[in-house]
Nanobody
C-alpha cells in the first residue's frame, strides 16, 4: 500500500484545514486507518482513525470536537477535517494503514505497517 497525504499548510489560529490521504496498491476497506502527528523530538501521536472491525471514528482527547475523520472506501481515501486550529496542532501529519491492528493498539504508531510521507500543518498565533 502506498499512501499520499496532502492538504497541509499555514493557517491562523481558529482556522481550518482538510487533509486527504489517498491509498494505492490495494483497497484498504478492511484495514484500520489513522492519522498521527509528530513534532520535532517527539514520537508520533495518534490523532484520529477507524478500526477495521467497525466504522466508528476514534479521536485523541486533544482534538475531540474540533477534528473529524472520515473515509471513502470507494476512493480509497481517508480525510481529516480540522477546525478551530490552535498553535499546539502544529506538526507533520501522517496517515497510516494497518491490516492487523487490534483495537487496544489503535493509537499506537507501532501497530501500523504502511505510512505516508506526511504533510506539514502550521498554525500561527
Amino acid at each position: 500500500v502506498q499512501l499520499q497525504a496532502s492538504g497541509g499548510g499555514l493557517v491562523q489560529t481558529g482556522g481550518s484545514l482538510r487533509l486527504s490521504c489517498a491509498a494505492s496498491g490495494r483497497p484498504f476497506r478492511t484495514d484500520s486507518v489513522a492519522w498521527f502527528r509528530q513534532t520535532p523530538g517527539m514520537e508520533r501521536s495518534f490523532v484520529a482513525g477507524f478500526h477495521r472491525n467497525n466504522n466508528r471514528p476514534y479521536y485523541a482527547d486533544s482534538v475531540k470536537g474540533r477534528f473529524t475523520v472520515s473515509r471513502d472506501n470507494a476512493r480509497n481515501t481517508v480525510y481529516l477535517q480540522m477546525n478551530s486550529l490552535r498553535p499546539g496542532d502544529t506538526a507533520v501529519y501522517y496517515c497510516a494503514v494497518g491490516s492487523s491492528v487490534i483495537l487496544s493498539n489503535l493509537a499506537s504508531h507501532t501497530a501500523y505497517a504502511y505510512w505516508g510521507l506526511g504533510t506539514q500543518v502550521t498554525v500561527s498565533s
